[in-house]
């Protein structure tokens, strides 16, 4: 793994759309107990991977942001590398999906899984 | 002509082996060799009072992996290791690594055991207050052997490399640069390893020298263009393709024999 800037975390950030789908699954699920978890893992073919999931755990340290009842959790470890970090949801013919615009990652692999 | 060799295990013959078949067959066809064993053991204590005693014979490395132990006694491991200089010995992979943190070895043993982020952040958890305890402080290599590097760099010593070490005691960049031809060996040579850390050493030393190498495998899954770009001059595989057979001393002896024979440099 390179190095990466790990500067004062600002939170991770949801554009609308992300905090619209956010809140469409929820209510799917029928529970307003749980957050949308950020982390950074070990692994993938470029050093570091995202987890992206519903978790209804709040852990020590955790780092919490909250956007009209749609909370986003990143864990201690997890979020020196998180922060002012962007999460979007795409709908389109070539992408759909959750997508991470993260300013401390200087390379990602060509399967946009993984980053360093 | 003047030949380094450098090999690793070829199959089931131990690289001193390999370095011995390699050597004799240059010495054959009249070249100068030098003959380095980068493989072998180090001392590896498993006690303290083990490694009290390797360090009052004066050993200059000691391989400290087996020492994990030796956590539970901090203070009893300071003790021992008060005014010593030698160079510890730790795992490739850790030499570099921090003990807490996403990349440190507290939590990367933890995620061996389970993928729940809990599980990592606990483990995370207990090292931080582990090197708080003992008054240490994390840095690149401290979590080499479960921490055992913290204590180690807290008592100023280096860390460093089986392979490293063995590249410094046998001065093999001195001898590189002094030889014209540099050949090692390994089991397979593929692209994703690239015949693993003593042929790309072996390699990159080579390379400093700016001197050709040539690797002697057991399969070579390799290409001609590929082993340039990998910094290979050429490769001379046992067996074509991918049998599965183990290398046996004669048919090395027999491929080595060929390769000595087709490397000429000018008499000088």
Redesign the interface.
Known sequence: MTDIKLEAPAGVTLTEAAVDKVRALLEAEGRDDLSLRIAVQPGGCSGLRYQLYFDDRALDGDVATDYDGVKVVTDRMSAPYLGGASIDFVDTIQQQGFTIDNPNAQGSCACGDSFH | MRVLVAPGRVGDVAASRVGEVIGMAFHEEGAQVAVVDLTTPLPAPTTLDELGRMLDEGLPAVDVAGLTDALTDVSGLRRVLAGRTFTAIVPDEEVRAPLT???GTA??RA?ATS?D??V??AA??RAREWLRMHDLDDAPGAGACDGLGAVLLDAGLRLETALGWAVQRTRLRETAVRADLVVTACSDLDFQARGGPLVQTVVEVAGEALRPVIVVAGRNFVSRRELRLAGIEDAHAVHAGAVEEPVREPELVAVASRVARTWRFPSR
Do not use: C, I, K
């Open positions: 943190g996403l990349s939590v990367a995620r993928e982020l809990t990592g952040l995370d958890a």
